[in-house]
């Protein structure tokens, strides 16, 4: 019974692992952009708030329906430190881990996939 009990901990424990050390990696793809999936990363950084079908609630905009220039210059406007909306300062630290390469990516994978 301690061997089935101590099993269960273990396991419990790699799954825990893998998981932060998959955050981990994501979040390092949002930093450095490469070839990395856009909607991993959106996954990853942005539906926390955004929603995972980027219809945003309560006080996050929805991300549907904009075009990728606009949704480009927002973010770049965040990253920059740029007030916008009232709730900006929820973005900054957001849009400052973002380099220029994913933010393309991102809102290019925004306006296609929720035109
Ligand atoms: C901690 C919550 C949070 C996270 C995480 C977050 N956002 Fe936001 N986002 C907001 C809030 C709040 C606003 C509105 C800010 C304001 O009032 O200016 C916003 C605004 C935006 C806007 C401008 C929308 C508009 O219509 O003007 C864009 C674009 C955006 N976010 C993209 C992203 C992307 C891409 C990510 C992931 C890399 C992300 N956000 C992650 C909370 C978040």
């Known amino acids: 019974m301690q061997n089935v009990k101590g099993y269960g901990a273990m396991t419990r424990l790699a799954i825990c692992i893998s998981a932060?050390?998959?955050?981990?990696?994501?979040?390092?793809?949002a930093v450095v952009a490469g070839e990395s999936d856009a909607a991993e990363i959106f996954?990853?950084?942005?539906?926390?708030c955004h929603?995972?079908?980027a219809r945003g609630m309560a006080s996050f905009p929805s991300?549907?329906?904009k075009s990728a220039e606009y949704l480009s210059d927002r973010l770049h406007s965040y990253r920059a430190g740029?007030?916008?909306?009232?709730?900006?300062?929820?973005m900054y630290?957001?849009?400052?881990?973002?380099?220029?390469k994913t933010i393309t990516l991102l809102s290019?994978?925004?306006?296609?996939?929720?035109?």
């Open 20 to 29: 932060i050390a998959t955050y981990a990696v994501l979040d390092a793809q």
């Open 43 to 48: 996954a990853a950084e942005c539906a926390q």
């Open 51 to 53: 929603g995972r079908t």
């Open 63 to 65: 991300l549907r329906g």
């Open 82 to 90: 740029e007030a916008v909306g009232p709730n900006s300062m929820l």
């Open 93 to 100: 630290p957001v849009a400052g881990d973002l380099d220029d």
């Open 108 to 115: 290019d994978y925004l306006a296609e996939t929720y035109p």
